[in-house]
């Protein structure tokens, strides 16, 4: 991929802005929720949302804001750089829409996870462990600890979640929109899809992705040992020592709040960034 320059530098900064805004608002609490039930798997979805607030009122669900705003504007101008690109390269190529958007969508993912590591390591260190030990303070001891590999626990787990997240979410959404296409446009390849189409395909889209919360609670349970200073493990040892410890229903802890959280990301980060890509496309 060659430097962002003109488009590029126009999608790094819609991405960014609009993955800021997607979590300073709802997006924050669920994840703040589903991390929370992720690590404490015997609790149930609203035990878990009761527990949360019990560790600081409504202000425990924003927990993490500040490494969480410079982890979306990294990965969202990311994101949406190398999705953007990808999509036009496969759309050069004669590839169709859904094909597109699962190669665009798991190549951005993938292009993330080097920028979002070490904030998700830190949010889920801060909602998971001690609340009252300062940001300073734990990237101090981690660094100190285990040097900068110590901020990238579970790193192959937040590869292969970011990977399917985006393929999923970019590839649903668009398989949707074919959908809608055909039954309500005839099928017609540049048909317009009203507001109301697009949110609807951008909700179906994000809720068909959480397919892949398994990989979500490992990355979780990967993240808040190392940051416990407790003995790592391989990704597949820990989707094991789930399985063999909650069953099946522990690979799936915490996924209402992830579909909710999934729902939102993929209206911004999906159906928002082609609402204003066509937008400024009149412009």
């Given at each position: 991929m060659?430097?962002p320059?003109?488009?590029?530098l ?5 991405g960014a ?9 709802l ?10 039930m992720g690590?404490f ?22 927990n ?5 705003m410079i ?8 994101l949406?750089w ?32 080097i920028?979002?590591?070490p ?25 100190q ?6 901020f990238?626990?579970?790193?192959s787990?937040?590869?292969f ?8 979410r970019?590839?649903f ?28 395909c951008?909700i179906?889209?994000?809720?068909l992705?959480?397919w892949?919360h ?5 990355r979780?349970?990967?993240?808040a ?20 410890k ?18 939102w990301?993929?209206l911004f980060?999906v159906?928002?960034?082609r ?9």
């Amino acid at each position: 991929m060659s430097p962002p320059g003109g488009k590029g530098l126009q999608d790094m900064a819609t991405g960014a802005g609009l993955q800021m805004v997607e979590a300073a608002t709802l997006g924050m609490p669920f994840e703040v929720w589903k991390t929370h039930m992720g690590r404490f798997r015997e609790q149930g979805t609203f035990e878990a949302l009761g527990n949360v607030y019990k560790r600081g009122g409504v202000g425990a669900f924003w927990n993490g804001l500040g490494p969480k705003m410079i982890e979306s504007a990294s990965k969202g101008a990311v994101l949406l750089w190398s999705k953007e690109l990808l999509l036009d390269g496969c759309g050069a190529a004669g590839l169709n829409p859904v094909a597109s958007g699962l190669i665009a969508g798991a190549g951005g993912g993938v292009c993330q996870t080097i920028v979002m590591a070490p904030m998700t390591y830190l949010v889920t260190a801060k909602v998971t462990g001690d609340k009252d030990v300062s940001w300073g303070s734990r990237i101090s001891q981690t660094y100190q600890s285990r040097g900068i590999a110590g901020f990238y626990p579970g790193a192959s787990a937040v590869a292969f979640r970011q990977a399917t997240n985006w393929a999923s979410r970019q590839g649903f959404t668009d398989a949707v929109r074919q959908y809608v296409i055909r039954a309500n446009h005839g099928g017609n390849p540049k048909a317009k899809l009203s507001r109301g189409e697009e949110v609807g395909c951008g909700i179906a889209g994000g809720f068909l992705a959480c397919w892949n919360h398994p990989f979500e609670v490992a990355r979780i349970e990967l993240q808040a040992r190392g940051a416990a200073g407790e003995k790592g493990l391989s990704l597949v040892g820990c989707l094991g020592m789930v399985y063999k410890k909650n069953g099946f229903a522990g690979w799936f802890a915490g996924v209402v709040p992830r579909i909710g959280l999934g729902i939102w990301q993929t209206l911004f980060m999906v159906t928002g960034a082609r609402m204003f890509k066509e937008w400024v496309s009149k412009k």
